[in-house]
């Protein structure tokens, strides 16, 4: 077959440096259904209030591969939450007797865990031992709450007191996962109104405060959907409340589209869905509308995490969430929030389902796993003002890098070849792309990707693998100012700064 050429394509590029970037910005979560053994993807087809309808063993943390995976993209936050955060209970009862006051609202074992210290103590270790920042999830739901509506502190005074005493470390406690969604999952009388919420944060706060005045408090982890926007809308009410001046970190939920697996849909995944312009840059209004609702309130120099993101809702879609097709969206989507001031995506997630970096029984690194590891490893401060494209469809980004500046360019155009002018020499090239027919196969500067990349990455041989200089950095006028990209492909280039 031919290759179809597009015209060249120019880049300007200013080097305008827009702000820095945090080295917790691309982190990831372990849903707290694999922790503990709840409700989890896998193979399920189906959903039942929000989760699948099939259950998992809990995850083994102490897996030596894990670790190792876990620990090649530190330093991170590891956020440990999704649905049946809100139906834990906390298992330690020697810090806080008090019973739960309404003992009628106590979940049915069906509905509701235990989370006791043995295994609260295994993933404070796990964090520890790999170098990543816990961010636990507090429980929300209707089994916290009295007839009011209003939340109630005991079981979570029982968890806090218990890190405390134990001096175990926590990055940030998040007051809830979705509370915008309960009427969804558990009908509309248990919906939580954005002024019960403040109220609730008040208590959350205070309680943070006084056991573990360290930790950042963070919420409302808002599901907020394409087109729709934030359903039931938490965030507007919140940041206009006294509480707002408490919270440290405004969080939400963005999934572009929903997998198959749900019932629900907006906007469901096909292979070649989020492959447009238009829709990638769908991630910038409900972060603008954030921020809107921030503007001029207490909430206004709160930080900004997305604390769920993943290639599509409901698990991921089989055959395209664990594909190569992912990779385009997420480095995308990891270059649009670096640009757009965003301190930290966490990305749905390190492990399982298809959605996840690593496959679940395996711990087999996908597309996106190499991705990540490539991102912590190269991408530093600043973000510079992306460079505006001349003449041709192409997605271009700029941010630092050690004694350079990479510029990520994406062509989504599935048969064309753009030849696109720098203006400028360029160094280095690792050009991301996948086999048509096998898109689960991710080459690296046309050779597949293999663990050992991620394991020897420090060797001189590993590096030159994946198209990095190894040594003292030389810039010259005789280097290559023109690229011919890839349909379909990622393209990491180094200029000077």
Known sequence: MLKKHSPAIRLHFTRRVLRSLAEYFLSFTIDVSLIIGGHWWGKSKGTKNGLSRLKTAPLELEHPLLQLYTRLLSPAYLRVGGTEADRIRYGFSREAPQAFPDQSRVATAERSFILKKNLWKKLTEYCRNTGVQLVFTLAAGPESRDRHRAWQSHEAERLLSYTARKNLPIAAWEFGNEVNAFPFLWGLKHRVSARQYAQDFETFSSLCERLTPQALRVGPASAVWPWIGEPHALIPGFCRSSAAK?????????????????????????????????????????????????????????????????HALYGGEPGISNTFLSTLWWLDQLALYATEGVDAVFRQTLVGSDYGLLEENTWRPRPDYYASFLWKKLIRSPVYEPPQVTGGNLRAWALGGEQRIWLILINLQRQTYPLVDLGQPYLEKIVFTAPPQSPELLLINGQPALPRLLWDWDTPEVQRSWGLTHGPITWSNDLPQQVSLPPLSCTFLSVAP
């Open 246 to 310: 408490k919270v440290d970190v405004l969080s939400y939920h963005y999934y572009p589209q929903q997998s198959r697996r749900g019932r629900f849909a907006v906007r469901r995944a096909r292979p070649h869905t989020l492959l447009h312009a238009r829709i990638l840059n769908g991630a910038r209004l409900p972060l603008r509308r954030v921020r809107q609702s921030a503007q001029n309130t207490e909430a206004r120099g709160a930080r900004i995490w997305i604390t769920e993101s993943g």
